[in-house]
């Protein structure tokens, strides 16, 4: 019972400190979806509900890249892609062995091109922030 109690307390306050950087509900979506189950999994039913919630959090959490760093990414003559085994997906950490692009006039993202498709990452965690059409 103090492990729930601990759980829900740390999801609140995860929920809480996120909940005001979430721009759209997409990130949000996936990350409270792959929480339940995980939860599920570890918790059962109750594991599921403070799985979701959490993941709702750390999903909302990341904000996508402003127009014109997309822009930029989509103008600029893609480096070699990379293949790597794992999906590539928003949320997702890019592999140590991907070369990432700074963008020049904001160095809060970089970009690469893996498995053909470029990706806007967040640097210093390597997460993919955006996957560009």
């Not at 929480?35 to 999903?59: D, R």
């Amino acid at each position: 019972m103090k492990k729930l109690v601990y759980i829900t307390a740390t999801a609140a306050l995860l929920a809480s400190g996120a909940a005001a950087q979430q721009s759209d509900g997409t990130n949000a979506a996936t990350g409270m979806v792959g929480g339940a189950a995980t939860g599920a999994i570890l918790g059962g039913p109750v594991g599921a509900g403070v799985g979701a919630v959490v993941g709702a959090t750390l999903g909302g959490a990341l904000i996508p890249p402003p127009a014109e760093v997309v822009t930029y990414v989509q103008q600029q003559p893609a480096p070699p892609s990379v293949v790597v085994q794992q999906p590539v997906a928003v949320g997702k950490p890019i592999p140590e062995t991907v070369v990432l692009t700074p963008v020049p006039e904001n160095p809060t993202y970089a970009y690469a091109v893996v498995n053909e498709r470029r990706v806007i990452v967040e640097p210093k965690s390597r997460t993919v922030v955006q996957v560009v059409n």
